[in-house]
């Protein structure tokens, strides 16, 4: 029987009393709470963290016949009732520290019994008492739970100064929880970045942060079999291979999810769509890899530190981290070398693959047309196997890069550079592509497969290397070899640019 889809809500109460599709995470939370007291989880947004905040205040106030049906009814004793804090920033956006405390002050007072009596007080002392007053009230240890603990300084990354005075007016503010440590049952933190512990969470150390820990990767999201039995009467009538290559992939070490939001609207619509990227990735992410020249193709396949991933403050984002805890990146693999831990990380679907591409390119274009154009020029290309208007479209995309960009760049000197536009243009298909393929005689720099067909690229500039010699180099190290198995029709086509002319100059093809 169909129910409800859940698009928006993070209100345990109203999806179980309001017959919503529900997954059942209730069995994550018995788990964290007999194995720990503090801890901190990071998932980007729109991944179901408030949801599970919620679930937890619900628990812990003892509404029982919320869970009715569910993995904690059995488990858990309802005789008992604690008192809960939640403190959440994830409505509008605090431009300031003042904002920041305007916005302490009135959480912290919905919960005071004479909130008139803390007038003049700090926040620090306030939330000092309110833990302690509530636990003598009630007679039980106080639960505190903090929803997107991060997004006031996320929200004023751009300006530095301004985020570095929010992150002191939180870091004071979150330490109480640590100096509390005999009023408090349980605490739980979430956000979507881990800053480091230097910069925030110096007085709150004591956190267990259970990001990658494997038991607890499909604590957000939805994973197959989830997805297989609760929603069940959603998936009529659509492609399952389809939803798991638009949406699932996400993960920390341990099962892969599915992105909520993008199934909830997919059930709705009924349409393969970007949902969750067009929800607002942040222009700062754009700007920030533009900025720094990314390599396009090496988002697909960076290696890290796990110690990278977690190095993240005002000021010194390095562009891994960003893209992972934000979720434009998740991880692949995992290697464990003696004191550390090495991370592989991948786009985690198509979704993510084609929508950033996308962004990238009218970045690089300024003019959001330009990509648009070419990208369904492209479609209509490969769909009629017209391989030589490749040429001509590429060739009109390089000729629209303003030269302002030039000036700015000295990426443009290599062949990476021309390589990465070809890239990110296939990318926001979604197609199917490798970089760097490894063969027995080389590396093919690019090879895509699409429509029954196998298109294998080598780039060079001729400023640095013979012309011609893209296409002998395909043909004389024998790239289509590997491809056969396959059976498909396999196409050669070398690319020629100018730094001069800063555009193609040669284009040649060859049937494999």
Known sequence: ?????????????????????????????????????????????????????????????????????LAAHDAWDWSVTYPVIRISFGGGVLGSRAELEDSLDGQLASYESN????AGASLRRRFVHLIKD?????????????????????????????????REGLKDFYSVIKDSDAHIKFAFLTGVSKFSKVSLFSGLNNLKDITLDARFSA?????????????????????????????NGYNWLGEAVYNPFDVLLLFDQRLFRPWWFETGTPTFLIKLLSERQQFTPDLGRIMA?????????????????????????????????????????????????????????QALSQDPMVPARNVSRLYDILIAHDIPALKDLFH????????????????????????????????????????????????????????????LFEF??????????????????????????????????GVEFSRESRNIVGFEMAEG
Not at 17 to 23: A, K, Q
Not at 475 to 480: C, S, V, W
Request: aromatic share 14%; charged share 25%.
């Open 305 to 361: 530190p796990e110690s990278l991933l977690s190095t993240f403050d005002v000021g010194n984002i390095p562009s891994e981290a960003l893209l992972f805890q934000t979720g434009y990146l998740t991880i692949d693999s995992a290697r464990y070398l003696p004191g550390r831990l090495e991370l592989t990380l991948r786009y985690p679907n198509k979704e993510v693959l084609a929508s950033l591409n996308d962004c990238l390119l």
């Open 115 to 118: 909130p008139e009596a803390s």
């Open 396 to 455: 009109s995309f390089y000729a629209a890069i303003p030269h302002d960009w030039y000036r700015k760049n000295q990426l443009a000197n290599f062949e990476g550079y021309y390589a990465s536009i070809f890239y990110s243009y296939f990318a926001a298909l979604g197609l199917d592509i490798q970089v760097e393929d490894s063969t027995n005689k080389g590396r093919i720099d690019m090879s895509v497969r699409y429509n029954g067909h196998i298109y």
């Open 219 to 247: 604590i957000c999201g939805y994973t197959d079999s989830e997805l297989e039995t609760v929603f069940a009467p959603e998936l009529e009538g659509l492609d399952r291979e389809e939803v798991r290559l638009w949406y």
């Open 460 to 493: 060079k500039v001729v400023e640095m290397t013979p012309e011609g010699r893209a296409l002998e180099q395909l043909l004389a190290k024998g790239y289509a070899e590997k491809y056969r198995q396959f059976g498909e029709p396999i196409h050669l086509i």
């Open 134 to 166: 509530l636990h003598r009230k009630c007679g039980q240890r106080v639960v505190v739970l903090v929803d997107e603990y991060d997004k006031p300084i996320l929200d004023r990354i751009e300006d530095p100064e301004t985020a570095r005075e929010i």
């Open 1 to 69: 029987m169909r129910k409800k889809l859940p698009i928006g809500i993070q209100t345990f109460r109203e999806i179980r009393e309001e017959g919503y599709y529900y997954v059942d995470k209730s069995s994550f939370a018995l788990s964290l709470i007999e194995q720990g007291k503090y801890y901190f989880l990071s998932r980007p947004r729109r991944f179901g963290k408030s949801l599970f905040l919620d679930t937890l205040k619900e628990l812990f106030e003892a509404n029982e016949p919320l869970f009715m049906g």
